[in-house]
């Protein structure tokens, strides 16, 4: 069955460093992937889509990487901000998907000032 | 409107009584999602609606659940003779587009809570 994996722990930064999260997932050949925050008693919001034939997604000081050989894809928020603190989610969408996306359980990114 | 709007935000209700959940999509949006969210876990899926087409219902957990969109618009989520293990975050969310080439717009959610 399709799996998708994030660190389940809390990943914990000093302001100013880069933080990187990462996604994998099993059993799936996604056309795309996509990339979500959510803050406590919210819902998640969408951040970055990358397709298959991209390597690497920019915007502002997000970046995200896609691997489709080893199965992964990298999120990383360079001069990371405590405002950056929230749980991020990954979720791979196949090829001729009907747009029902299946997320991973997310990690939580807490920066420290 | 500007973006996906949830009614009630917040619902307790006695064990055993019926709930209805509202989810208002953004305009023009013909894809349209629920998910559930248990207390420090990940996003459950439960429907989905796509245009005139017959909905994915592959992730409703039992037949206590049921959904229906109107009009291709406003979606109701409904639970049945409700049980302490629907207390959750009840999340709705839109899309332009079937294919996952576009972000879902959330809501904030309604939660709800069964004593």
């Known amino acids: ?113 | 409107g500007a973006g996906v709007s949830q009614s009630p935000s917040n619902k307790v209700t006695e064990k055993g009584k019926d709930v209805e959940l509202r989810c208002d999509p953004i305009s023009g949006h013909t894809a349209l999602y629920w998910y559930r969210q248990s207390l420090g876990q990940g996003l459950e899926f439960l429907i989905y609606f796509q245009g005139n087409s017959a909905p994915d219902k592959s992730g409703l957990p039992s037949d206590r659940f049921s959904a229906e969109r109107t009009g291709g618009s406003v979606s109701t989520l409904t639970i049945q003779r409700t049980q302490q293990e629907d207390s959750a975050v009840y999340l709705c969310a839109s899309s332009p587009s079937r294919q996952g080439a576009y972000g879902y717009t959330f809501g904030s959610g309604t939660r709800l809570t069964v004593v």
């Open chain 1, 1 to 113: 069955s399709q799996k998708i994996e994030q660190n389940s722990e809390a990943l914990n930064i000093q302001e100013g460093k880069t933080a990187t999260l990462t996604c994998n997932y099993t059993n799936y050949s996604p056309a795309y992937l996509q990339w979500y925050r959510q803050d406590p008693g919210r819902g998640p919001v969408f951040l970055l889509l990358i397709r298959e034939n991209e390597k690497e997604k920019r915007k502002e000081r997000l970046k995200v990487t896609f691997d489709t050989t080893l199965k992964q894809s990298l999120f990383h928020i360079t001069a990371s901000q405590p405002a950056d603190s929230a749980t991020y989610l990954c979720a791979p969408v196949g090829s001729g998907n009907t747009g029902k996306l299946i997320f991973g359980q997310g990690t939580t990114l807490q920066v420290k000032p």
